[in-house]
């Protein structure tokens, strides 16, 4: 092919690969919903909006987003709260569209664990020990370690610790290692990852999350020209014996500055759940302890990388009461459950202008 058509040949290649891609999720996106919203209408929990209100969210979608393809996230919003509010932005468009352009090309960079505590600076509320990557042992400063030093580094004078690897999500990827079952060869076939120590959280905790470590996701947004601000937050609990959060979890809402929490959880199917289906705790009436601390601690940190306008920090405060930052994410902040409960929370962003700009502009 000459040469003179190998810039358009590509583009086109380019534009239709990225329209099969995003026509694919929107398909998985709409499915997802629509088996999570039917279950919710056969239970009983929620009931169908009338017609002309769902004939309303659909042309809302097309005109503040761009497409009705983003209607199934509205919808199910509006369905969940018994009514439409106009300023929501549906998950798979905050996601999909305005991440990218919001982080800009940082936007994944929060997947390379190993690299975050290096990002903030260092940061003692990091709990990171020591890095695996590219089949080298690092250290905090960044100075390799031969193998042989590697368990006295990693333990000293603790017995366990957590090693969470690179590119994972949703608890996936971490696993904890004694020093007694410690095998260097076992553990470096995972690839790159961070080890980090244990982290034992306030007794508060305990009754909402008696296994894992409980987790507050803590989002926090720059608009230009201005200092980071909160959006919102939920903390996330575990139960059974799994002592990693992951999907098998449940969700509650803060509701406000003050860490109050919504009178009920989430599942995974957005179920609400007035008390801890294990504990029998009940949600309503609770306030997380220390929290303005908590939210100042994410702010500072997000104020350390104006790269990134949006950000979702993983936190809890510790038996110490030291506020403990576990990770934090930039690609997948999760905001479905903090919009759909309190807000909307991205008018001042004004994510519906990235509708009319190509994903180019995210690089330019």
């Not at 919203?37 to 987003?65: K, S, T, W």
């Not at 890095?131 to 905090?140: A, C, I, M, T």
């Not at 969700?251 to 995974?268: F, R």
């Not at 994410?298 to 990770?327: I, K, N, S, T, Y």
Request: with cysteine; net charge neutral; glycine share 8%.
């Amino acid at each position: 092919m000459p040469a003179a058509f190998n810039a358009p040949y590509r583009r086109l290649v380019n534009r239709t690969r990225d329209r099969s891609r995003a026509k694919a999720f929107q398909l998985w996106v709409k499915g997802d919903v629509d088996r999570h919203m039917a279950r919710l209408i056969a239970a009983g929990d929620v009931r169908p909006l009338p017609d002309p209100e769902v004939r309303r969210i659909r042309e809302y979608a097309h005109e503040v987003f761009g497409s009705a393809a983003y209607f199934p996230w509205l919808h199910f919003y509006s369905v969940w709260n018994g009514r439409f509010r106009e300023g929501w932005v549906p998950e798979d468009y905050f996601q999909a569209v305005a991440i990218p352009f919001i982080n800009g090309a940082y936007h994944k960079i929060c997947q390379a664990r190993s690299l975050q505590r290096r990002l903030i600076g260092d940061d003692p509320s990091m709990p990171d020990i020591a890095y695996f990557v590219g089949g080298e042992w690092f250290d905090l400063t960044g100075a390799r370690v031969g193998r042989g030093c590697v368990p006295s580094m990693l333990f000293g004078d603790a017995n366990e610790v957590c090693i969470k690897a690179e590119q994972t999500i949703w608890g996936r990827g971490v696993s904890f290692e004694t020093r007694e079952g410690f095998d260097i060869d076992r553990v470096e076939r995972q690839g790159n990852f961070v080890v980090q120590r244990l982290i034992r959280q306030a007794e508060w905790f305990d009754p909402l999350s008696p296994a894992a470590v409980a987790t507050i996701r803590v989002a926090t947004g720059k608009v230009s020209g201005r200092p980071p601000h909160a959006v919102g937050a939920f903390i996330r609990l575990g139960f059974g014996s799994e002592r990693a959060i992951g999907k098998a979890s449940i969700e509650v809402p803060i509701l406000d500055t003050s860490g109050v929490l919504a009178p009920y959880a989430v599942n995974v199917d957005w179920r609400r759940y007035p008390r801890h289906p294990e504990t029998g705790k009940s949600f309503d009436g609770l306030v997380i302890p220390e929290y303005d601390r908590i939210v100042a601690h994410c702010l500072a940190l997000h104020d350390r990388l104006p790269q990134l306008g949006f950000v979702g920090w993983d936190v809890v405060v510790d038996r110490d009461g030291a506020v403990r930052v576990m990770e934090f994410n930039t690609a997948h902040p999760e905001t479905r459950l903090i919009e759909m409960v309190t807000g909307p929370c991205f008018r001042e962003f004004g994510l519906e202008r990235y509708k009319e700009m190509t994903r180019n502009d995210v690089w330019a």
